[in-house]
Protein backbone atom coordinates (compact mmCIF):
# COMPACT_ATOMS: atom_id res chain seq x y z
CA UNK A 1 0.00 0.00 0.00
CA UNK A 2 1.09 3.21 -0.01
CA UNK A 3 0.33 6.75 1.47
CA UNK A 4 2.50 9.73 0.01
CA UNK A 5 3.11 12.82 0.46
CA UNK A 6 2.95 15.52 -3.01
CA UNK A 7 5.31 18.23 -2.35
CA UNK A 8 3.72 19.97 -5.40
CA UNK A 9 4.90 20.65 -9.50
CA UNK A 10 8.09 21.95 -8.40
CA UNK A 11 8.62 24.09 -12.09
CA UNK A 12 5.23 24.50 -12.97
CA UNK A 13 5.98 27.15 -15.55
CA UNK A 14 9.64 27.70 -15.11
CA UNK A 15 11.55 29.86 -17.63
CA UNK A 16 14.63 29.07 -18.18
CA UNK A 17 16.56 29.36 -14.75
CA UNK A 18 19.53 31.59 -16.11
CA UNK A 19 20.12 31.95 -11.96
CA UNK A 20 20.57 28.35 -11.57
CA UNK A 21 23.76 27.21 -10.14
CA UNK A 22 26.64 26.71 -13.63
CA UNK A 23 26.58 22.67 -12.11
CA UNK A 24 22.94 22.21 -12.16
CA UNK A 25 21.23 19.95 -14.53
CA UNK A 26 18.50 21.44 -16.79
CA UNK A 27 17.30 18.22 -18.91
CA UNK A 28 17.64 14.76 -19.02
CA UNK A 29 20.22 13.84 -22.52
CA UNK A 30 19.97 10.07 -22.46
CA UNK A 31 19.60 6.51 -19.89
CA UNK A 32 22.49 4.38 -20.65
CA UNK A 33 22.02 0.67 -21.33
CA UNK A 34 24.74 -1.78 -22.45
CA UNK A 35 24.19 -4.59 -24.67
CA UNK A 36 26.18 -7.77 -25.72
CA UNK A 37 24.42 -7.09 -29.13
CA UNK A 38 23.32 -3.87 -30.13
CA UNK A 39 22.11 -4.33 -33.41
CA UNK A 40 19.24 -7.23 -31.87
CA UNK A 41 18.79 -4.21 -28.85
CA UNK A 42 18.34 -1.87 -31.06
CA UNK A 43 15.76 -4.07 -33.34
CA UNK A 44 13.82 -4.86 -30.08
CA UNK A 45 13.31 -1.38 -28.96
CA UNK A 46 12.22 0.06 -32.32
CA UNK A 47 9.95 -2.79 -32.42
CA UNK A 48 8.09 -2.67 -28.91
CA UNK A 49 8.42 1.27 -28.04
CA UNK A 50 8.59 2.67 -31.56
CA UNK A 51 11.29 4.55 -31.54
CA UNK A 52 13.10 5.89 -33.81
CA UNK A 53 17.28 5.51 -34.80
CA UNK A 54 17.87 9.29 -34.63
CA UNK A 55 22.15 8.66 -34.59
CA UNK A 56 24.34 6.05 -34.03
CA UNK A 57 28.70 6.04 -33.60
CA UNK A 58 31.06 3.93 -34.15
CA UNK A 59 33.88 4.90 -31.59
CA UNK A 60 37.50 3.47 -32.05
CA UNK A 61 40.70 4.13 -29.47
CA UNK A 62 38.49 5.78 -26.90
CA UNK A 63 39.74 7.26 -23.87
CA UNK A 64 37.95 5.75 -20.98
CA UNK A 65 39.92 5.61 -18.12
CA UNK A 66 37.55 8.22 -16.13
CA UNK A 67 35.13 5.11 -16.53
CA UNK A 68 37.49 2.75 -15.25
CA UNK A 69 37.80 1.17 -18.95
CA UNK A 70 41.79 2.27 -19.82
CA UNK A 71 42.61 4.49 -22.44
CA UNK A 72 41.86 2.94 -25.76
CA UNK A 73 38.32 1.38 -26.29
CA UNK A 74 36.32 0.32 -28.87
CA UNK A 75 32.15 1.03 -28.80
CA UNK A 76 28.99 1.01 -30.85
CA UNK A 77 26.64 3.29 -29.31
CA UNK A 78 22.76 3.86 -31.19
CA UNK A 79 20.71 6.45 -29.77
CA UNK A 80 17.01 5.78 -30.22
CA UNK A 81 14.21 8.24 -29.68
CA UNK A 82 10.42 8.32 -28.85
CA UNK A 83 8.19 10.22 -31.20
CA UNK A 84 9.08 13.68 -29.52
CA UNK A 85 12.42 13.94 -31.08
CA UNK A 86 16.01 14.53 -29.77
CA UNK A 87 15.09 18.14 -28.47
CA UNK A 88 11.98 16.77 -26.69
CA UNK A 89 12.65 13.99 -24.97
CA UNK A 90 15.19 12.42 -23.74
CA UNK A 91 17.16 8.99 -25.67
CA UNK A 92 17.61 5.87 -24.88
CA UNK A 93 21.14 5.16 -25.23
CA UNK A 94 22.51 1.72 -26.22
CA UNK A 95 26.11 1.04 -25.76
CA UNK A 96 27.92 -2.65 -27.65
CA UNK A 97 31.50 -2.67 -26.50
CA UNK A 98 34.04 -4.28 -28.06
CA UNK A 99 37.15 -3.58 -26.80
CA UNK A 100 36.65 -4.56 -23.99
CA UNK A 101 33.54 -6.36 -24.70
CA UNK A 102 30.45 -5.97 -22.97
CA UNK A 103 30.37 -7.92 -20.08
CA UNK A 104 27.39 -9.99 -19.38
CA UNK A 105 25.79 -9.73 -16.09
CA UNK A 106 25.98 -11.90 -13.35
CA UNK A 107 24.17 -13.38 -10.42
CA UNK A 108 26.69 -12.63 -7.87
CA UNK A 109 27.06 -9.12 -8.96
CA UNK A 110 25.61 -6.11 -6.96
CA UNK A 111 22.27 -5.12 -7.78
CA UNK A 112 22.44 -2.52 -10.28
CA UNK A 113 21.87 1.41 -9.13
CA UNK A 114 19.55 1.36 -11.80
CA UNK A 115 16.57 -0.62 -11.47
CA UNK A 116 14.20 -0.20 -14.06
CA UNK A 117 13.36 2.04 -17.29
CA UNK A 118 10.21 3.39 -17.72
CA UNK A 119 8.09 4.28 -20.55
CA UNK A 120 4.56 5.51 -20.44
CA UNK A 121 1.04 5.48 -22.96
CA UNK A 122 -2.34 6.37 -22.78
CA UNK A 123 -3.96 2.64 -23.03
CA UNK A 124 -1.92 0.07 -21.33
CA UNK A 125 -4.51 -2.40 -22.63
CA UNK A 126 -3.47 -1.56 -26.23
CA UNK A 127 0.23 -1.79 -24.91
CA UNK A 128 -0.07 -5.31 -24.14
CA UNK A 129 -1.75 -6.75 -27.29
CA UNK A 130 1.51 -5.00 -29.07
CA UNK A 131 3.48 -7.11 -26.70
CA UNK A 132 2.03 -10.29 -26.86
CA UNK A 133 2.12 -9.76 -30.59
CA UNK A 134 5.57 -9.49 -30.45
CA UNK A 135 6.50 -12.47 -28.68
CA UNK A 136 6.67 -10.55 -24.97
CA UNK A 137 4.97 -11.28 -21.83
CA UNK A 138 4.81 -8.84 -19.73
CA UNK A 139 3.53 -9.33 -16.16
CA UNK A 140 0.96 -7.21 -14.46
CA UNK A 141 1.69 -5.13 -11.34
CA UNK A 142 -0.56 -5.54 -8.66
CA UNK A 143 -2.09 -2.57 -7.62
CA UNK A 144 0.03 -0.43 -10.28
CA UNK A 145 3.50 1.62 -9.46
CA UNK A 146 4.11 4.92 -8.18
CA UNK A 147 5.50 7.76 -10.79
CA UNK A 148 5.45 11.26 -10.11
CA UNK A 149 3.62 10.98 -7.08
CA UNK A 150 0.58 9.20 -8.37
CA UNK A 151 -0.20 5.57 -8.38
CA UNK A 152 -0.55 4.30 -12.37
CA UNK A 153 -1.89 0.92 -13.59
CA UNK A 154 1.08 -0.71 -14.96
CA UNK A 155 3.74 -3.68 -16.41
CA UNK A 156 6.89 -5.22 -16.36
CA UNK A 157 9.03 -7.07 -19.06
CA UNK A 158 12.54 -8.33 -19.81
CA UNK A 159 14.08 -6.92 -23.28
CA UNK A 160 16.52 -9.36 -24.66
CA UNK A 161 19.93 -8.11 -22.10
CA UNK A 162 17.51 -9.05 -18.98
CA UNK A 163 17.10 -5.18 -18.26
CA UNK A 164 13.51 -4.49 -16.43
CA UNK A 165 10.58 -2.40 -18.67
CA UNK A 166 8.10 -0.87 -16.69
CA UNK A 167 5.00 1.02 -18.54
CA UNK A 168 2.54 2.73 -16.94
CA UNK A 169 -0.49 4.09 -18.01
CA UNK A 170 -0.76 8.13 -17.86
CA UNK A 171 -3.45 10.76 -19.17
CA UNK A 172 -0.98 12.34 -22.64
CA UNK A 173 -0.67 15.95 -22.66
CA UNK A 174 -2.20 17.77 -24.90
CA UNK A 175 1.16 18.12 -27.26
CA UNK A 176 1.91 14.87 -26.90
CA UNK A 177 2.40 12.10 -30.09
CA UNK A 178 -0.70 9.89 -30.54
CA UNK A 179 -0.81 6.29 -29.21
CA UNK A 180 3.35 6.22 -28.75
CA UNK A 181 5.08 4.81 -26.18
CA UNK A 182 7.03 8.04 -24.14
CA UNK A 183 10.21 7.71 -22.06
CA UNK A 184 8.71 8.65 -18.52
CA UNK A 185 11.45 7.71 -15.73
CA UNK A 186 14.06 5.48 -14.13
CA UNK A 187 13.78 3.49 -10.79
CA UNK A 188 16.59 3.90 -8.66
CA UNK A 189 17.85 1.92 -5.46
CA UNK A 190 19.41 3.81 -3.22
CA UNK A 191 20.48 2.47 0.77
CA UNK A 192 19.76 5.98 2.18
CA UNK A 193 17.16 7.88 1.01
CA UNK A 194 17.59 11.23 2.43
CA UNK A 195 21.20 11.24 1.67
CA UNK A 196 20.23 10.20 -2.13
CA UNK A 197 18.10 13.06 -2.36
CA UNK A 198 20.20 15.49 -0.90
CA UNK A 199 22.72 15.14 -3.31
CA UNK A 200 20.39 14.83 -6.24
CA UNK A 201 19.16 17.76 -5.22
CA UNK A 202 22.85 19.67 -5.29
CA UNK A 203 22.54 18.97 -8.92
CA UNK A 204 19.56 20.72 -9.76
CA UNK A 205 16.71 17.73 -9.54
CA UNK A 206 13.59 18.80 -6.95
CA UNK A 207 11.49 16.58 -4.87
CA UNK A 208 7.96 15.85 -6.91
CA UNK A 209 6.28 13.54 -3.66
CA UNK A 210 7.49 11.13 -1.19
CA UNK A 211 5.94 7.96 0.21
CA UNK A 212 5.54 4.69 1.86
CA UNK A 213 4.52 1.89 -0.65
CA UNK A 214 4.94 -1.67 1.41
CA UNK A 215 6.92 -0.52 4.24
CA UNK A 216 9.65 1.17 1.94
CA UNK A 217 10.69 4.61 1.62
CA UNK A 218 10.05 6.23 -1.71
CA UNK A 219 10.37 9.46 -3.58
CA UNK A 220 10.06 11.11 -6.70
CA UNK A 221 12.59 13.47 -8.66
CA UNK A 222 12.47 15.98 -11.46
CA UNK A 223 14.06 18.86 -12.79
CA UNK A 224 12.00 22.05 -12.98
CA UNK A 225 13.10 22.60 -16.82
CA UNK A 226 12.62 18.92 -17.44
CA UNK A 227 9.31 17.85 -15.51
CA UNK A 228 8.08 14.82 -17.66
CA UNK A 229 10.82 12.46 -16.60
CA UNK A 230 11.32 11.40 -13.17
CA UNK A 231 13.75 9.85 -11.26
CA UNK A 232 12.08 7.07 -9.00
CA UNK A 233 13.89 6.58 -5.17
CA UNK A 234 13.26 3.38 -3.46
CA UNK A 235 15.16 2.65 -0.43
CA UNK A 236 16.65 -0.61 -0.16
CA UNK A 237 19.75 -1.67 2.53
CA UNK A 238 22.76 -2.31 0.23
CA UNK A 239 24.09 -5.72 -0.06
CA UNK A 240 26.66 -6.86 -1.03
CA UNK A 241 28.31 -8.13 -4.40
CA UNK A 242 30.94 -8.32 -7.10
CA UNK A 243 31.15 -4.48 -8.00
CA UNK A 244 29.78 -3.71 -12.08
CA UNK A 245 32.59 -2.12 -14.13
CA UNK A 246 31.17 0.44 -16.49
CA UNK A 247 30.40 -1.76 -19.61
CA UNK A 248 28.42 -4.47 -17.61
CA UNK A 249 25.39 -5.59 -19.36
CA UNK A 250 22.49 -3.51 -18.24
CA UNK A 251 21.02 -0.25 -17.43
CA UNK A 252 24.37 1.84 -15.97
CA UNK A 253 24.61 5.57 -15.93
CA UNK A 254 22.10 8.55 -16.96
CA UNK A 255 23.33 11.58 -18.67
CA UNK A 256 21.86 15.36 -17.81
CA UNK A 257 22.19 18.50 -19.60
CA UNK A 258 23.82 21.13 -18.35
CA UNK A 259 25.17 24.80 -20.19
CA UNK A 260 28.69 24.78 -19.99
CA UNK A 261 30.80 21.72 -18.63
CA UNK A 262 33.70 23.14 -17.50
CA UNK A 263 31.83 26.00 -15.37
CA UNK A 264 30.09 23.37 -14.19
CA UNK A 265 33.48 21.60 -12.85
CA UNK A 266 34.55 24.70 -11.49
CA UNK A 267 31.39 25.33 -9.94
CA UNK A 268 31.45 21.56 -8.21
CA UNK A 269 34.92 22.48 -6.88
CA UNK A 270 34.13 25.32 -5.45
CA UNK A 271 30.99 23.91 -3.71
CA UNK A 272 32.92 21.22 -2.51
CA UNK A 273 29.50 19.35 -1.86
CA UNK A 274 29.76 16.48 -4.02
CA UNK A 275 33.79 15.36 -3.09
CA UNK A 276 36.13 15.24 -5.42
CA UNK A 277 35.31 15.93 -8.45
CA UNK A 278 37.49 14.22 -12.15
CA UNK A 279 38.10 17.11 -15.03
CA UNK A 280 35.79 16.49 -17.94
CA UNK A 281 36.85 14.35 -20.94
CA UNK A 282 36.21 15.06 -24.46
CA UNK A 283 34.00 11.32 -26.20
CA UNK A 284 34.47 12.79 -30.26
CA UNK A 285 32.20 11.02 -32.22
CA UNK A 286 32.59 12.67 -35.19
CA UNK A 287 30.06 10.25 -36.77
CA UNK A 288 26.91 12.14 -35.22
CA UNK A 289 25.12 15.66 -35.89
CA UNK A 290 26.11 16.78 -32.16
CA UNK A 291 29.86 16.75 -33.02
CA UNK A 292 30.37 14.42 -29.80
CA UNK A 293 30.27 15.48 -25.87
CA UNK A 294 32.45 16.77 -23.35
CA UNK A 295 31.75 15.42 -20.17
CA UNK A 296 32.19 15.34 -16.48
CA UNK A 297 31.05 11.84 -14.65
CA UNK A 298 30.23 12.20 -10.99
CA UNK A 299 28.75 9.29 -8.65
CA UNK A 300 25.98 9.14 -6.27
CA UNK A 301 26.60 8.10 -2.75
CA UNK A 302 25.62 4.47 -3.88
CA UNK A 303 28.06 4.30 -6.63
CA UNK A 304 25.07 5.51 -9.39
CA UNK A 305 26.78 6.96 -12.60
CA UNK A 306 25.59 10.67 -13.87
CA UNK A 307 26.95 12.50 -16.73
CA UNK A 308 26.83 15.90 -16.95
CA UNK A 309 27.00 16.89 -20.57
CA UNK A 310 27.03 20.45 -22.45
CA UNK A 311 24.30 21.14 -23.88
CA UNK A 312 23.20 24.58 -23.90
CA UNK A 313 19.54 25.21 -23.03
CA UNK A 314 18.50 27.15 -26.51
CA UNK A 315 18.82 24.05 -28.22
CA UNK A 316 16.68 22.33 -26.10
CA UNK A 317 12.22 22.62 -26.19
CA UNK A 318 11.58 20.42 -23.08
CA UNK A 319 7.67 19.99 -22.80
CA UNK A 320 6.13 20.54 -19.60
CA UNK A 321 3.06 18.44 -19.60
CA UNK A 322 2.17 15.67 -17.74
CA UNK A 323 4.30 15.65 -14.97
Known amino acids: MSSGIATGPAGAGTPAQRDAAPHHAHAVLHCNLNTVAVDRSSAFHMAIFGLDPRMRSI ?20 FLFDARGPRSAPALELVGWSRPQT ?153 LAVDNVREAYNSLVDSGAHGTVPEPVVFAMPDIPTGGFEVLFLADPDGGVVELVERPRETMRRPQEPR
Open 103 to 255: EPAEPGMVAPILSALGFRVAALADFTKRLTAAGVSPVPIEGGLMVRGRKCAALRFADPDGVAFEVVEMAPADTDPRRAALLSHERMRCSDLAAALAWYEGIGWQVRSRDDVDGRATASMILPEDPTFSLEFVEIPAVSGTPRAANTQGLYRIA
Open 59 to 78: SRDDDSATMGLGDSTDSITS
